[in-house]
């Protein structure tokens, strides 16, 4: 069951924008949920060869002890009424394929890490990001029968740290003033950064906690983990400014907000365009791109979705260019019903070269 929560976090709400997201025991629960004689037992998938390896295991088996990357001969002696199943890579990329395309409709802030793992920056997003993770949860129970972790957090690290809190399908935030009760007692290999090796070489100058390594100074972390010191430094301190990447190339930029109170106030959503028109020209300048195409998307209460495009002769990436146009756009739309989501995206991009830089300096 997923916890219900109270208002306590809502006000926290803005600051909580990164989401974790990571499927439970993925390639042993997609064979459950293929062979539902399988229910309740555990299940281990892997080489089958008695020299091959555990790739994962059910939460049944893993309570015998049995985890990835044990051989499959030992989680025989430790589980042996388990079933073991060989790989089935092309049916885990297909439910791998479902999972995305959920995450997708969401928002295009998906950094994938990996086949069933992804954060999700959901802050151009005007819901309640428990309410955005719970739906999340639904769909993917929806549509692919498994179950998912998910953390909510300010950061990578701690949304990470989130979602490992209370697999399986676990749902846990982490706000700020948690940061030293969570952190403190913590191994020091649960921090991102700090491998197997690392964490015997800490444990061997007798450092085994978080708290541990809090009282190591900022010189000593940089000798001790090369280039990485300052980030493991501020990391242990809730600190982490890497941002949500996504490997999709950019072929637009844009920014879209769904909106907790729906409207067709037509000065509201100018306000919008307002916004989203400053936030374009900065990401289009700061990246030394131009664009010719802008382009208008809303989505009514009943989930329709209309866009409306104006493609110039020119390149544009002036706050005065794209709202004059997106105004426009949004006056060639009737609006019949409330809008639950707007937004605005630059798209037929070009690189400024370095000479048209300098005179657009
Ligand atoms: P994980 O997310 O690490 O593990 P998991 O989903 O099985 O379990 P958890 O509930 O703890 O998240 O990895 C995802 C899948 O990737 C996993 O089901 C099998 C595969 N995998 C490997 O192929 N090799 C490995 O070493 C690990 C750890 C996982
Ligand atoms: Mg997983």
């Given at each position: 069951?997923?916890?219900?929560?109270?208002?306590?976090?809502?006000?926290?709400?803005?600051?909580?924008?990164?989401?974790?997201?990571?499927?439970?025991?993925?390639?042993?629960?997609?064979?459950?949920?293929?062979?539902?004689?399988?229910?309740?037992?555990?299940?281990?998938?892997?080489?089958?060869?008695?020299?091959?390896?555990?790739?994962?295991?059910?939460?049944?088996?893993?309570?015998?002890?049995?985890?990835?990357?044990?051989?499959?001969?030992?989680?025989?002696?430790?589980?042996?009424?388990?079933?073991?199943?060989?790989?089935?890579?092309?049916?885990?990329?297909?439910?791998?394929?479902?999972?995305?395309?959920?995450?997708?409709?969401?928002?295009?802030?998906?950094?994938?890490?990996?086949?069933?793992?992804?954060?999700?920056?959901?802050?151009?997003?005007?819901?309640?990001?428990?309410?955005?993770?719970?739906?999340?949860?639904?769909?993917?129970?929806?549509?692919?029968?498994?179950?998912?972790?998910?953390?909510?957090?300010?950061?990578?690290?701690?949304?990470?740290?989130?979602?490992?809190?209370?697999?399986?399908?676990?749902?846990?935030?982490?706000?700020?003033?948690?940061?030293?009760?969570?952190?403190?007692?913590?191994?020091?290999?649960?921090?991102?950064?700090?491998?197997?090796?690392?964490?015997?070489?800490?444990?061997?100058?007798?450092?085994?906690?978080?708290?541990?390594?809090?009282?190591?100074s900022e010189e000593?972390?940089?000798?001790?983990?090369?280039?990485?010191?300052?980030?493991?430094?501020?990391?242990?301190?809730?600190?982490?400014?890497?941002?949500?990447?996504?490997?999709?190339?950019?072929k637009s930029l844009g920014?879209?907000?769904?909106?907790?109170?729906?409207?067709?106030?037509?000065?509201?959503?100018?306000?919008?365009?307002?916004?989203?028109?400053?936030?374009?020209?900065?990401?289009?300048?700061?990246?030394?791109?131009?664009?010719?195409?802008?382009?208008?998307?809303?989505?009514?209460?009943?989930?329709?979705?209309?866009?409306?495009?104006?493609?110039?002769?020119?390149?544009?990436?002036?706050?005065?260019?794209?709202?004059?146009?997106?105004?426009?756009?949004?006056?060639?739309?009737?609006?019949?019903?409330?809008?639950?989501?707007?937004?605005?995206?630059?798209?037929?991009?070009?690189?400024?070269?370095?000479?048209?830089?300098?005179?657009?300096?």
């Amino acid at each position: 069951m997923i916890p219900i929560y109270t208002s306590k976090y809502l006000g926290q709400a803005e600051k909580l924008h990164i989401i974790h997201v990571d499927m439970d025991a993925f390639y042993a629960s997609v064979e459950e949920h293929d062979n539902p004689k399988l229910k309740g037992l555990p299940i281990i998938v892997g080489g089958l060869s008695n020299h091959g390896i555990v790739t994962t295991a059910n939460y049944i088996a893993r309570k015998y002890g049995v985890h990835s990357a044990m051989p499959i001969f030992m989680a025989k002696q430790k589980c042996p009424r388990a079933c073991f199943l060989p790989v089935r890579m092309e049916r885990y990329k297909e439910v791998s394929r479902q999972v995305f395309h959920i995450l997708y409709g969401i928002t295009d802030l998906v950094e994938p890490l990996s086949i069933d793992e992804a954060y999700l920056d959901v802050s151009n997003i005007e819901i309640n990001p428990i309410e955005i993770a719970q739906k999340i949860k639904e769909e993917v129970m929806k549509k692919t029968g498994l179950t998912m972790s998910i953390g909510i957090s300010y950061n990578k690290f701690l949304a990470k740290l989130a979602s490992d809190w209370n697999k399986p399908n676990g749902l846990k935030i982490i706000t700020e003033d948690m940061v030293p009760s969570i952190l403190l007692p913590l191994p020091v290999k649960s921090v991102y950064g700090i491998g197997k090796k690392t964490s015997k070489r800490l444990n061997n100058i007798g450092i085994y906690t978080v708290e541990d390594l809090m009282r190591l100074s900022e010189e000593f972390m940089v000798e001790f983990f090369g280039k990485s010191g300052i980030e493991i430094y501020n990391r242990i301190r809730g600190i982490d400014s890497r941002e949500v990447n996504t490997t999709r190339e950019r072929k637009s930029l844009g920014t879209e907000r769904t909106f907790s109170k729906y409207t067709k106030d037509k000065e509201i959503l100018k306000d919008y365009l307002h916004r989203f028109a400053l936030e374009i020209e900065a990401s289009l300048q700061s990246k030394n791109l131009q664009a010719k195409t802008i382009t208008l998307k809303i989505k009514d209460i009943q989930f329709r979705t209309q866009t409306k495009s104006k493609t110039l002769n020119n390149y544009i990436s002036s706050y005065n260019d794209i709202f004059e146009l997106a105004v426009n756009l949004l006056d060639e739309i009737r609006l019949t019903q409330d809008i639950r989501l707007i937004g605005l995206t630059a798209s037929n991009l070009i690189t400024l070269k370095l000479e048209q830089l300098s005179l657009f300096d």
